[in-house]
């Protein structure tokens, strides 16, 4: 029961770094530091996020993470140069969380996490190339507030009951790829209009000269 308490929290961490990861390292170090929360003898390995200069490293690319991903297409561009980074840090979270388990172990559930991460974060990416088709900007902050929001609330529920935590992340994450048609097809289709929009409005300059 014990390992199936630890894998729930490497899981429900990794999911929310796929999502963000900063904030998540952040918020979960200011909570222990600050002793928001009390870690159990089985967690006593993630004291290390508690850390002075891990707070300080993660709070600063959390604040640059902050504005970017409120931009049209900054944001997307951001997303692609962590389509690595948020899967690795995600399966190191997960091994953080682990203490010293058996090699094999630790290997299992850093694949796990490393996918789990990589699936957040694919679903993220590809619901804010969709709101890019938009031309106004307040998808974009809408969604990233939002965002923000899902991983504070998903950290608390985490502490609260790691089991309930990871069903429901793993839930929304299905649900997504159920929809994940549709969107790609919402995204091809405005992406369509917008190029006869543009290639209109070229042939339009070129009748006028």
Do not use: C
């Not at 170090?29 to 508690?50: C, D, K, M, N, R």
């Not at 690319?61 to 690795?88: C, G, M």
């Not at 996490?113 to 890019?132: D, E, F, P, V």
């Not at 502490?159 to 309930?164: E, F, H, K, R, T």
Request: glycine content about 8%.
């Amino acid at each position: 029961m014990e390992k199936l308490h630890l894998l729930s929290v490497a899981l429900g961490l990794a999911a929310l770094a796929g999502v963000n990861l900063y904030l998540t390292v952040f918020a979960t170090g200011l909570a222990i530091h600050f002793h928001w929360i009390t870690l159990g003898p089985q967690y006593q390995s993630l004291e290390v996020l508690g850390n002075p200069w891990i707070i300080s490293i993660s709070g600063v690319l959390y604040l640059l993470e902050f504005f970017a991903d409120k931009i049209p297409w900054v944001d997307s561009i951001w997303d692609a140069v962590h389509t690595v980074i948020r899967p690795i840090g995600g399966a190191l979270l997960a091994i953080q969380v682990l203490g010293h388990p058996s090699p094999a172990f630790t290997v299992i559930v850093a694949l796990l996490a490393g996918g789990t991460s990589l699936l957040a974060h694919t679903a993220k990416a590809a619901t804010r190339l969709a709101s890019n088709t938009s031309p106004e900007p307040f998808t974009n902050i809408g969604l990233s507030l939002g965002e923000d929001a899902a991983v504070l609330g998903g950290l608390t529920l985490v502490n609260l009951s790691p089991l309930l935590a990871l069903t429901i992340f793993l839930v929304a994450i299905g649900l997504f790829w159920y929809f994940a048609r549709r969107i790609l097809r919402s995204i091809k289709s405005k992406m369509g209009v917008r190029r006869k929009e543009l290639h209109q409005t070229a042939d339009r300059n070129l009748s006028v000269k």
